[in-house]
DNA sequence: GGGCCATGAGCAT
DNA sequence: TGCTCCTGGCCCG
């Protein structure tokens, strides 16, 4: 469910609790048991993502490569001891419940020679591929569609496949523009086509559409090319404000009433901020068929499409 | 305790 | 286009 900016948190999440540490490397449900051991105890050195794919590197010497995707129900979920750098409890799935962060204090009494609680991690919950344990933070892998060790060479051929990320900064936009205006699929497809753009998912399909006025089911090379860079700008800032703010909220603010008859709520990494916009008032079509159209009453239409729902607005989207 | 569902994607057909 | 895999929350009995 994670689409892009989710990934991006979680390279940011890795960075801050690993980075340069020897990490300490399990699969307690044992389907990873072989790959773990390969990086276990090896040194953290680098957390990169591209698009949904996320990259942990793990020296010493020429490093080997952890590569996971969290596909629709995957899920990585922290714990630390009360010294650790305070980050976000759970990233990845939205059904999982984003809490305070999970402290396990040692005892009372005992104090370390270097002046830390002492601390051990909570034992795995759920079926955890791989558990990567440092000094003072574990995280745990739940779900993840892939999970395996590459090297750099086969690192680079798996990136070699993706479209540019919107939210890297080595993204290059023509790339895009240009993929979309060669092809006769919808532009509904053509987003969530890792290859056309990497890190789009359900949901910022949807919305980006919306904000374009852009039918789905448009073929590509139909829409002017300026809509399209227009499209790109947009999810530039879109996927960029999700990644730093941990939930996807599209719609302006003058554009944000409640629903009470919303169908479905989808749950939404905040960091229990309590400024943050309510999962019912973030989206303009995403699970919205059947309501009205937040800016002309239409109500909107939803439409299995590659085995996918999609979203939007007959009216607004031509 | 069973069925359904989800922000995904690879592969066979 | 249709299977299949990954996991767990929620709804229904």
Redo the contacts with the bound molecule.
Sequence with gaps: ???GH?VHRLARTFTTLFDGRPLRVSSP?G?FADGAAVLDGRRLVASEAW??QFFLGFGEGEPLWLRT?L???GAWTFAGAPDAPEVAHAIGA???RIGERETTPGGPAAVDPAGHEPWAPPPP???V?VRLLGEHAVADL??P?ACEVITGEEKAAVEARLGPDPIRDDADPAAFVAAVGRSRVTVGQQL?D?AVVAGV???YRAEALFRAGVDPLRPGRDVPEAVVRAIWDDLVVLMRDGAEHGA?VTTRPEHRTGEPGARRR???NTDGNPDAVPADQAFYVYHRDGLPCRVCGTPVLVKEL????LFWCPTCQV
């Design positions: 469910m994670p689409e989710t449900q389907r698009g949904k995707h596909g629709l129900y939205p059904r999982r919950r759920g079926q591929r739940t779900g569609t969530m890792q998912g359900n949901i996807i989808t749950r939404q590659a085995g996918r729902n």
